[in-house]
């Protein structure tokens, strides 16, 4: 009797353990803690998501270990040793299974650029049709932020494993801050801050996504924008970004333009609701648009802990169309859902 009630007990308890591991996110819940479908935090930081084949991917800095604020710092550069890059995938953008480091630090070489002793941010990925490559590129930085280059890995199928190829500067300027953009022809770009971080430069791709071909144009001179993230509505194309305070909250903006390379025009900050003008406390890092759904995208912050990089957050919220000025609302939402925005 004794042993069929431990039996009963250790299957109430193995079930327990099941449902908490695989309970299923119903909705959004901005600021706070994600958990990835074994129960773990989600742990993908400045990242970007790809859809590829009814599955989208997110990668992102990979944080793990303690936060420094290195002793030489004279501006409050904290960090965490670079780790890698992880990758996530999703069927409905809520429920997260981790597919593991996607591309892992170099440790064995000291002088590698993503060696854990150097810096690794806002990691992209999209997919070449021609080379049936899944290319990566992000920012790499030496400890001081002196580098600023870009670095760029390959691989064969969306959760890696990446194989690192360069870093460079492209078309020989800086670049920090960056995301990407496949358009509709399949025609590529990077946009990065660039200039010590004071304008933004838009350079085109090589046709195997893997470097830039000698054309760029430099927009939003002085600006100082930086955590560009960049989708196409319509036959217009958009930019969210934030300010340049380092670690802490600014005001997002939004920006629109006829043509990716043409001139910009800055339509204001679209965030509404409490803490608005501080991007609710987060940055731009990527706009998701929703497959299945019209005129629906979704803004992704990051919500920086910048003296525990590990634990910062996600703030995930709907961008509502906005139609009187030619753009785009993003209202804070506590809880919210995809039934927010209607069917194709």
Not at 9 to 35: A, D
Not at 192 to 198: L, V
Not at 255 to 276: F, K, N, Q, R
Request: proline residues 5%; aromatic residues 12%; neutral net charge.
């Amino acid at each position: 009797m004794l042993k069929k009630l431990a039996i009963a007990l250790l299957t109430v308890c193995t079930l327990g353990i099941t449902n908490t591991q695989g309970q299923k996110n119903k909705t959004f819940h901005p600021k706070e803690i994600w958990n990835d479908t074994e129960g773990n935090p989600i742990n993908a930081h400045g990242g970007g998501i790809l859809y590829h084949k009814g599955t989208y991917y997110w990668y992102g800095e990979y944080k793990v270990g303690r936060t420094i604020l290195p002793a030489d710092a004279t501006w409050e550069r904290y960090r965490t040793d670079v780790t890698g890059v992880s990758c996530y995938s999703s069927k409905d953008l809520l429920n997260w299974k981790f597919e593991g480091v996607a591309l892992k630090a170099i440790t064995e070489d000291s002088e590698s650029d993503i060696h854990p002793t150097q810096v690794l941010e806002r990691p992209k990925v999209i997919y070449n049709k021609k080379t049936g490559k899944f290319v990566m590129w992000m920012h790499i930085d030496s400890p001081d932020y002196s580098k600023a280059e870009a670095g760029v890995a390959i691989a064969d199928v969306p959760t890696g494993p990446f194989t690192y190829l360069a870093g460079f500067r492209p078309n020989n300027c800086m670049s920090r801050d960056q995301t990407l953009f496949v358009d509709d022809d399949g025609t590529a770009y990077q946009f990065s801050s660039s200039e010590e971080n004071q304008t933004m430069h838009i350079n085109r791709l090589t046709e195997d996504y893997t470097q830039t071909d000698g054309t760029y144009v430099r927009r939003f001179i002085g600006m100082a924008r930086e955590a560009p993230a960049v989708f196409k509505h319509g036959k217009k194309y958009y930019m969210l970004s934030s300010g340049c305070t380092g670690w802490d909250p600014n005001s997002a903006q939004i920006a629109v333009a006829d043509s990716i390379m043409g001139e910009w025009t800055v339509l204001g900050d679209p965030c509404t609701g409490p803490d608005a003008e501080k991007t609710f406390y987060g940055q731009s890092t990527h706009v998701i648009p929703i497959q299945g759904k019209k005129n629906a995208y979704i803004a992704c912050f990051d919500m920086w802990k910048k003296k525990d990089l590990q634990d910062s957050r996600y703030i995930w919220l709907p961008m509502i169309p906005n139609k009187q000025i030619d753009g785009f609302t993003i209202p804070w939402h506590e809880e919210w859902n995809l039934n927010i925005f209607k069917k194709k």
